[in-house]
């Protein structure tokens, strides 16, 4: 009962301390104001879990404004979001070091993780994507990870130090 408590009051920014973190949580990972993305995520026929996982890929993609983005498995619209943020972005392999990789699902994956890069991982409670995030939240020696305990995203920056924030978003 504490941890949720605790986990909620952290997702409003309380008791983050890195300016990083605490725009990271605020400003893209919790923020419920309207994009101009949107309204082209709404169109797309999907129930209204995947929809906000689509509006969080897209604020994802606002942020940082990736030159390479890797999608590992079959997520319908995500092609699309990113197509419609970014026209000069390229889809590529998770080989071709993608500085945004989304990972809908982890078994397709056959290579490791290459950093710097930032990385969403859909259903990390499920098996293979169970360990991907363990490998990824725990293994690298800087970078920060937040998950709500079903999505997970890294962002495995040299610049930052380690730390995990579990969080709802």
């Known amino acids: 009962m504490l941890s949720k408590i605790f986990r909620w009051w952290r997702s409003r920014g309380h008791g983050i301390h890195s300016p990083f973190a605490y725009k990271m949580v605020t400003e893209t990972l919790r923020c419920k104001e309207g994009y101009y993305i949107y309204e082209r995520i709404d169109n797309i026929p999907v129930d209204e879990h995947e929809r906000e996982l689509l509006r969080l890929l897209a604020r994802l993609i606002i942020r940082f404004r990736p030159k390479k983005v890797a999608i590992v498995g ?27 990789i989304i990972i ?40 920060m990870c937040f998950s709500n305990g079903e999505t997970g995203v890294a962002c495995l920056l040299p610049h930052l130090p380690r730390q995990n924030f579990k969080i709802d978003f």
Not at 76 to 89: D, K, Y
Not at 105 to 111: F, G, I, N
Not at 115 to 137: F, G, Q, R, Y
């Open 104 to 143: 809908a699902e982890a078994h397709y994956l056959k290579t490791d993780i290459s950093t710097p890069v930032v990385a969403m991982v859909l259903n990390i409670n499920h098996s293979e994507a169970h360990k991907l995030w363990i490998k990824l939240s725990r293994t690298h020696s800087f970078g």
């Open 74 to 100: 079959e997520w319908g619209g995500s092609h699309q979001i990113i197509r419609s943020l970014l026209t000069n972005v390229e889809i590529v392999n998770p080989d071709e070091h993608p500085d945004v």
